[in-house]
């Protein structure tokens, strides 16, 4: 094996490394065959610190996300207690896109929730047909033509002091690579979907939001965790409407709610197997 190999393994952290290792050895579902329990979700709150995200009218991302992070955080530990409920961050702090992957993966994460909020070009005035609407993001390769949320996302590792050695091996012209980042994400993809599809419809049909749907783009946070994960735009911060709902005590708790009940039914599909 070359040494890109074993980086990749090491970014990836024991669990992934584990999870692609054995990929290539046991044969059908790994989730019926290991006894798996659904034990932890990590919930990552999005940009933080010098990183301040979108920018609304009166607002950032980094406090709106960090606000549902913790609603989430007690909402899981009252209503889900038998869940370990795992915070990338807890405060303004800046937490690079490589450390909170690896705080889900060495707590052992079964599923990885990253909290943002959208934000088209048009600004923050108040217009007709301003872009709205919820979104889901789970982790796809990298294309030629990446779209504006993966690349608004991923701007984070730019403030990052060594991005340049830590991603180095994203790079999706060296063959290894791909195949090593396949094997890895398509275990994944499957419940990170279905999580995906399972969250949009409570969006839509219980709290009546407008949704862009489930998207798969190359997100570099998602692309760390070694468990099924999804990024959740909560709605656009540049919206005057959105981001007073995105703002307020109810909008977040509703929020909340949704990704709360999305959980329930994702957890009660593996003990219907």
Known sequence: MNQKYFRLLRILGVAGSW?????FALP?????????????????????????????GFSLEKNVALSIA?????AIQTQLPDLKV??????DTFIELNKRSAIANQNQGNLFVSIHCNSSP?????RTNKKSGVMLLVYGMHRLNEQLEAVRENASIFIEKDYKENYQSYDSSDPANVIILNTFTQKYRKQSIMFGDLLNNEFRYTDNRESIGVKEQGVFVLAHSAMPAVLVET??????????YLNSDEGQSQIVQSIIRAIQAYKGSFAAQ
């Open 86 to 91: 795992v915070m990338t961050r807890t405060d």
């Open 235 to 244: 709605g656009f911060i540049n919206n005057p409407d959105e981001e007073e």
């Open 122 to 126: 048009e600004g923050t005035a108040a």
């Open 28 to 56: 059908g579902d790994t989730v019926k065959n290991t006894g798996f329990k659904f034990k932890t979700v990590v919930v990552d709150a999005g940009h933080g610190g010098k990183d301040g995200g979108a920018r609304g």
């Open 70 to 74: 913790k609603k989430l955080q007690a």
């Open 19 to 23: 999870l692609i290792l054995c990929s």
